[in-house]
Each structure stands twice: as C-alpha cells, then as structure tokens.
C-alpha cells in the first residue's frame, strides 16, 4: 500500500477549505480542489474515493481544533465564566480561522456529512447544552430552549467574527467582554448578577 504524503495531504485539505470561501461546498469540484493544491487531478484519487470522502476527512480534521481543546481545562470553573471561556475560545477561532469556520458551516448543512460526523458534531455540542443545563437548574440561566439560547450567542458570536476578518470590529479584551456581556445579559436570569 502507498504511503500518504502529508504534504500533498495538507495542500490537498488547505485548498478544499479555501475554495469553500469561494465557491461554497456546492460549487467543490475535485478538479478544482487540485488545481488549487497545485497536484495533478488523479492525486486526490490516491487519497480519497470521491469528495464526499474527502470532504468528511477535511471535516474530521478541523473539528478536532477549537473548543475541544479548552473543554477539560475548565470544568471545574463557575458555569459563567465556562460559557465565557467556550465563548471567547469560539470568537478567536472563528476570527483567525474565518475560512475553516465556513467550510465547518457549510459542510454541517450538507447532505454529504457523514453519519459519524453527524454524531462528532452532535458530541461537539453536547457539552454546551449540558452546562445550559446545568445552569438553569441552578435558576442561573432563563429557562429557555437550548437551541434558543445557542443561536443567540453564536449566531451574535460568528457575526461579530465575521466583521472582525473584514477589520470593521475591534477585538480588543473589552471589546470581547463587553459583546459576551450583551449575550450573557440577554440569557441570565434577571434574580441573577
């Protein structure tokens, strides 16, 4: 069996998250994908049986960036400055990796995701909605459907990345506390400080 060139693999996953920027999942063509990487188009091939294939890898691989690496580390912290902390690591990610973030939303979208990524995405979230969880039963949070609550603060969270990357939005340390406050106001029961 050949062995997979990692070079060739990271060219072949940077031009797929670019060109999504560009041309959206729907317009991703393997031909594309490879002139883009700079690899002849039968290259892919080696690698992957069809763009659903590699679309799943590409995925499979940014998934594991982001807040999956802050979760362990802050459990045991109160749940706001939890929320804050998921929060502010999402903002910057999406702010520094603003063309992963919309292959990741688009791909969500599709109906080329796979089962098990459906699944990793669902984990993904999970945490999320178990503190939400968390947080109303201890009448810190409005008893609000998650999926309310989730929309509000990422939906308001991507935007303000969005706006970041285009360099119209300060992303200073206030800037970002004084944003999470306005989501954090919004969610909070009012008994509550």
């Not at 700079?38 to 091939?45: K, L, N, P, Q, R």
Request: charged share 25%; glycine share 4%; proline share 2%.
């Amino acid at each position: 069996m050949r062995t997979k060139d990692e070079n060739k693999l990271m060219a072949i996953f940077d031009a797929t998250v670019s060109l999504t920027a560009k041309v959206g999942i729907a317009g991703l063509k393997m031909s594309l994908i490879a002139k883009e990487a700079e690899i002849a188009a039968g290259t892919i091939y080696l690698y992957y049986k069809n763009k659903k294939d590699l679309l799943n890898a590409v995925y499979t691989n940014l998934k594991s960036e982001g807040i999956f690496s802050v979760i362990g580390k802050i459990e045991h912290l109160p749940i706001q400055v939890q929320l804050f902390r998921l929060w502010e690591v999402a903002f910057e990610y999406h702010v520094a990796n603003i063309n992963k973030s919309v292959f990741i939303e688009q791909f969500e979208l599709s109906p080329m995701i796979s089962s098990e990524n459906k699944v990793m995405e669902e984990d993904s979230m999970s945490y999320l909605h178990k503190t939400l969880e968390e947080a109303k039963k201890r009448g810190i949070v409005k008893p609000i459907d998650n999926h309310i609550i989730m929309s509000l603060i990422l939906g308001f969270m991507k935007h303000l990345a969005a706006q970041a990357t285009k360099d119209s939005l300060d992303t200073s340390e206030d800037v970002k506390h004084l944003c999470y406050s306005m989501c954090w106001n919004a969610i909070r029961e009012n008994n509550n400080e």
